[in-house]
């Protein structure tokens, strides 16, 4: 008869592989959220002020204001740090 293969080294193998993949969309999660440039120190970046206050700016053709360059979240501090 012939013997039977252990699987032991194989399931523990993908055991590894899936701890390492989680470790690893987590750094890279927190690391996506960490991108955000940080809110610049001027008088208007009041970091409690509404959003709709941040969008006047923000959504007009002004040269001096840049283009927020992504959709309107609900409060722009989960993202941009003031400095």
Known sequence: MAKKKS?????????????LGIILAGVLGYMFLGSAPRL??????VATDPVAK???????QDKQTP?????????CTFCHKPQ
């Open 67 to 75: 283009i927020m360059p992504h959709r309107p979240m609900e409060n």
């Open 7 to 19: 699987r032991a080294g194989e399931i523990n193998f993908y055991k590894a592989m899936t701890v």
């Open 54 to 60: 941040c969008m006047t700016c923000h959504m007009a």
């Open 40 to 45: 610049s120190r001027h008088d208007f970046h």
